[in-house]
């Protein structure tokens, strides 16, 4: 069974940076695809990146030259650097796991960009 859970999330002003990360159980990380996606309010949830088990990345135009995925097999950890951080990028922000067709979630964290 795969379970993921997020942290890093929290009140940052406009311009700043926040670095979330997602641990994994389990032993399909190495060769999963791992992403972000993100829930604003009132909106429906939306890719953010993703990155595949060679390392091929894949980003939103609106975090394009700001966020960068990252990972590393060794600790089944998922990362997502944030920087330049705006208000609209406040949302719920849930590390995903895509494997054999099937998504696993994790429970989300915070982030809201506001001065």
């Known amino acids: 069974q795969v379970q993921l859970v997020e942290s890093g999330g929290g009140l940052v002003q406009p311009g700043g940076s926040l670095r979330l990360s997602c641990v994994a159980s389990g032993s399909i990380f190495s060769i999963s695809t791992m992403g972000w996606f993100r829930q604003a309010s009132g909106n429906q949830r939306e890719l953010v990146a993703t990155?595949?088990?060679?390392?091929?990345?894949n980003y939103a135009d609106s975090v394009k030259g700001r966020f960068t995925i990252s990972r590393d097999n060794a600790k089944n950890m998922v990362y997502l650097q944030m920087t330049s951080l705006k208000p609209e990028d406040t949302a719920v922000y849930y590390c995903?796991?895509?494997?054999?067709?099937?998504?696993?979630w994790g429970q989300g964290t915070q982030v809201t960009v506001s001065s």
């Open positions: 995903n796991l895509q494997y054999n067709w099937r998504n696993y």
């Open positions: 990155i595949t088990s060679a390392g091929i990345t």
